[in-house]
């Protein structure tokens, strides 16, 4: 793409733009095994993804094999420099369309070749990456006017603000990354690059963060990222028409009067990628920073793949009425559009979530699989909708202190299909949660809960339900249950270490052979079986203050026979001595009937379990 080898967008009929082909072609070169992409791990080092999951890389390895061949047949085209190898003569030997030198952090700056050396002969070069510090003679000239047709330029951990005043005269300039270096500025002539399609700064301290006004005017120019350390602070009047840029990063909010920077991405529909910081700068407008917001027409970018809305470091004057309700209209107008992908939010200021993640609201955001919002110092409470993101994969959570409760918002428990495809769920930072409920269901292929559930102390649930798991087969050593419910779980065989277990209904679980270590105040169980012949082995033992069974008309009627010469009723009874009070029901009968027909043992029963209860109710 940075050469300009692509063919021009819809060449070949389709309506595939040169950025998609681009993809495609990345795509073709992994599928084939000659580049292996990779993602950096938060140490820096790299860890080689899977095949299929290279969307988001954008680092990529290949084999040595392959890339000695590639050298080879580009012959005297192409020049590659390593570590430790002896430069100035190689460089000086030929000249070369792509040179490519690179050390490393250990490797003074004696180790790269002179700039004198590659600028002299080196006017055809088409690339130039350099990854170090390069040597400047004095008296030598040290700019870019040498390369007249270099369309690609990557600079990391080298010298750059002295390009500044040349940079311009790179007429044919379509790619320039700059990344940790001391460039403190664009150009000012930066318009004269006509060509420049790809700006990328990364991790540049030095840079000042404002864009010269001219850049407005660079037509072509599709990617800007300005990030990490880089700071992007002012945004030039006019930078709506840049109308060809698909992905922006770092983009500042400012305001200047009635005029708001927000309204400059009004015209910005190729948008597949945004980023906004200082989204508390929308504020001080008043009444009309909903307005504002408004003009971003945030929704009418229908390319629009990722999202991050960013606010600057909260402070807690910051969580005053006036401050809150401005915010969270801010939010509730910049509403995706439906085929947004990821989502990110940063130190959100709201009290609420934004209204477009509601229940009665989140059906338009048809595609989202990724959300995180880090960062709720005010929220109190989750968005209602989260349950019912139908594509939603990965959720994270994390720096909300004021949220002590997850319940019923959450995941809905008349929403039979909650949280449909998540496979990654991570709360962090939750210092303040007291409270929550754990509802899995038609969960066809989990087989295990996660460890986190037990050694964890600060999220601890104190319900927990799992119905329609096939797979799973223990349930164990979560301390804070207080209420249990299996249904349907086939291949469940061990519930064990609940110690503050208080209420456990079980239905459809036949496999189970060990519940132990539930504690000592278990006060009522439920087990429904339709099938059930005898009693299960494992309630032999258990302390249990209630127990409501609903079994066979012939089990029912064994355990209310009184039959004191009857082996097979003592047999049954010896297995629930320990418990308090007991109440059978026959299951093959309708409710109706069955309440007539129930019976309780020792009449001084004074409450029922809470499922039998509500089922004798509803009968009365």
Request: aromatic letters at 8%; a neutral charge; glycine letters at 6%.
């Amino acid at each position: 793409m940075g050469e300009g080898f692509l063919p021009a967008p819809g060449g070949d009929g389709s309506m595939k733009e040169e950025y998609d082909v681009g993809v495609s072609y990345y795509t073709s070169l992994i599928r084939r095994n000659l580049i292996q992409p990779v993602v950096l791990d938060y140490s820096g080092s790299e860890t080689v993804v899977a095949v299929l999951d290279y969307s988001g890389s954008q680092i990529a390895l290949m084999d040595g094999v392959i890339r000695s061949f590639a050298e080879f047949m580009a012959k005297e085209e192409v020049l590659v420099i390593r570590p430790g190898q002896e430069s100035t003569q190689l460089i000086s030997s030929a000249k070369f369309r792509r040179l490519s030198i690179v050390s490393t952090k250990s490797e003074s700056a004696v180790v790269l070749p002179d700039w004198n050396s590659i600028s002299e002969k080196q006017e055809l070069l088409r690339s130039l990456i350099i990854k170090g510090r390069m040597k400047f003679e004095p008296g030598i000239d040290s700019s870019l006017n040498r390369f007249p047709s270099l369309p690609v330029l990557m600079l990391r951990y080298a010298e750059s603000d002295r390009f500044v005043e040349s940079l311009a005269k790179l007429k044919h300039l379509r790619f320039l990354l700059l990344s940790c270096t001391d460039i403190s500025r664009l150009p000012d002539d930066i318009h004269k690059m006509k060509f420049l399609e790809y700006v990328h700064i990364e991790d540049c301290a030095r840079f000042s963060g404002e864009l010269p006004n001219s850049i407005v005017k660079l037509e072509r120019l599709r990617h800007l990222l300005i990030i990490d350390g880089a700071p992007f602070t002012v945004v030039p009047k006019g930078f709506g028409g840049l109308t060809n840029l698909r992905e922006l990063g770092s983009f500042p909010v400012q305001t200047d009067g009635e005029w708001c920077s927000l309204q400059e991405l009004g015209s910005l529909y190729r948008l597949r990628n945004l980023k906004i910081v200082g989204l508390q700068a929308a504020m001080p407008c008043s009444a009309s920073s909903s307005a504002t917001a408004a003009k971003a027409k945030m929704h009418e970018k229908q390319q629009l793949k990722e999202l991050y809305l960013d606010w600057n470091n909260p402070r807690e004057e910051e969580n005053r009425d006036e401050v809150v309700q401005r915010v969270e209209e801010v939010i509730d107008q910049l509403r995706p559009p439906c085929h947004v992908e990821e989502l990110y939010f940063d130190n959100y200021l709201g009290r609420r979530g934004p209204s477009w993640l509601t229940a009665a609201a989140t059906v338009d955001l048809k595609s989202l699989t990724r959300l995180r919002l880090r960062g709720l110092p005010f929220c109190t409470q989750l968005p209602d909708g989260l349950c019912q993101l139908h594509s939603l994969k990965e959720l994270l959570i994390r720096s909300a202190p004021a949220i002590r409760r997850v319940g019923p918002e959450f995941v809905h428990h008349h929403q039979m299909s909650a949280f449909p495809r998540l496979e990654d769920l991570k709360f962090s930072r939750l210092p303040n949660w007291e409270e929550w409920k754990l509802h899995i269901q038609d969960c066809s292929k989990l087989d295990r809960l996660p460890a986190g559930l037990a050694s964890s102390k600060r999220i601890a649930p104190r319900e927990l339900s799992v119905h329609h798991a096939a797979r799973i087969t223990a349930l164990e050593n979560i301390a804070s249950v207080e209420t249990l419910t299996v249904y349907d779980c086939p291949r469940l065989k061990v519930i064990r270490g609940f110690p503050r277990l208080r209420y456990v209904g079980i239905e459809l679980c036949r496999a189970i052979e060990v519940l132990q270590e539930v504690g000592p105040a278990l006060d009522s169980m439920e087990l429904i079986d339709p099938a059930m012949k005898t009693l299960p082995e494992y309630l032999r033992g258990l302390q249990i203050g209630q127990l409501f069974l609903r079994c066979p008309q012939r089990l029912h009627d064994l355990l209310n026979s009184d039959s004191s010469n009857d082996d097979e009723y003592w047999h049954e009874m010896e297995k629930i001595k320990h418990c308090g009070y007991f109440l059978t029901e026959p299951a093959d009968q309708s409710i109706t009937t069955s309440t007539r027909s129930s019976s309780i043992r020792n009449s001084h029963c004074s409450s029922f379990p809470r499922c039998a209860l509500r089922s004798l109710l509803a009968a009365i």
